[in-house]
């Protein structure tokens, strides 16, 4: 009987309290996976250090051909399995710490795969500034296998399109369409697209163009305002664990000056140097009840009325679906979730 009292009493605090969903901030100083994405790494998954690199237009090989993924299981600080629609994502951060001294130099900005064709290439066009962009993208799966079945140790590829490994990989960089379907940018080059990452990674304390020194941190803070970022990110929490892959077009091989050993490299949690420096993520996120905007219990016309002065001030509690823009799409997402209780 006491413990029902309890509970009556939390629950006519809780009531009192109503008020819309507050951001929770998380943390995840280690990876659940970390991994590196290469055909020929010799033991997937227990590597010390991942290096990001590409082999650019070399038949066999992908453009994005050294590629990171990296893993954080969320579950336990932010609820998994709820409709996609209850989470929307503020801020998303991936942290990288660079394992190799002076081995390339730090671009933080947009390069189109024109400034790695060959100079004779009608379509070549010179690279404004020293080095190429590291970026981040979410994660794509081929040959069946999905977040849930691919793990840390699970086997590159299935059969290539050109031997040993050109477009066979079984996880890669990904760009979404409006209805989720991945694309595979790791042959982006000979394929002849630009693709726009989901962030760039950017170091304090080192300018553009210098050579980077080991132990800088690469700061990937991800464009969640961007439509199918945000959509890709609520599904990750969905599921329970939030999933990014790693690469850029620093040509170990093939490109204008034919590669270079020039190309970053990041711990991993294996690493007996990784303490304090493996991956990170930062995450700052809202977890609503849809339409029960006060958080009671209860779907009525006082959610509708805390939504629309959210709404009529353009604050950010109003933005339901997470794009960064309070507009009439948010209205109507609330609204129809209110009539359907
Ligand atoms: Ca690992
Ligand atoms: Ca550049
Ligand atoms: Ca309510
Ligand atoms: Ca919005």
């Not at 299981?73 to 710490?97: C, F």
């Not at 990750?236 to 034919?258: E, I, K, T």
């Amino acid at each position: 009987m006491k413990a029902n009292t309890l509970a009556v009493t939390a629950f006519g605090l809780w009531l009192a309290s109503g008020a819309a969903a507050q951001p929770i901030s998380v943390t995840y100083p280690v990876p659940t996976l970390d991994r590196w994405v290469y055909p020929f790494g010799g033991q997937p998954g227990k590597e010390y250090v991942i290096p990001i690199f590409g082999a650019i237009e070399i038949p066999g090989f992908d453009d994005r051909d050294g590629q990171g993924l990296f893993g954080f299981t969320t579950s336990a600080q932010v609820p998994a399995g709820l409709p996609v629609a209850r989470y929307r994502i503020v801020s998303a951060t991936l942290t990288l710490t660079v394992a190799v001294d002076n081995q390339f130099q730090y671009d933080p900005t947009f390069d189109s795969f024109r400034t790695v064709l060959q100079h004779s290439d009608p379509l070549y066009l010179a690279d404004a500034d020293a080095g190429k962009p590291v970026e981040v993208f979410g994660v794509g799966y081929r040959n069946g296998w999905t977040a849930q079945t691919f793990g840390e140790t699970s086997t590159f590829g299935g059969a290539p399109i050109v031997p040993p490994s050109e477009g066979a990989r079984n996880c890669f960089s990904a760009i979404f369409d409006s209805n989720g379907v991945a694309t595979d940018v790791s042959r982006q080059v000979r394929q002849r697209f630009d693709v726009t990452p989901m962030a760039t990674g950017t170091i304090a304390n080192v300018a553009p163009g210098a050579w980077v020194p080991v132990g800088s941190k690469v700061v990937f803070d991800l464009n969640v305002c961007e439509p199918t970022a945000q959509d890709y990110l609520k599904k990750n929490l969905a599921d329970g664990q939030v999933r990014l892959m790693v690469s850029s077009l620093f040509p170990a091989q093939g490109g204008p000056d034919g590669g270079s050993g020039a190309y970053s490299a990041y711990y991993t949690k294996e690493s007996p140097l990784a303490n304090g420096n493996t991956a990170k993520l930062d995450l700052v996120v809202v977890v609503s009840n849809g339409a029960d905007y006060n958080n009671d219990g209860f779907i009525n016309a006082l959610d509708y009325d805390l939504f629309a002065s959210f709404f009529e001030a353009g604050s950010p509690e109003a933005d339901y679906n997470g794009d960064c823009f309070v507009n009439a799409l948010d209205y109507d997402l609330f609204a129809s979730a209110f009539e359907q209780g």
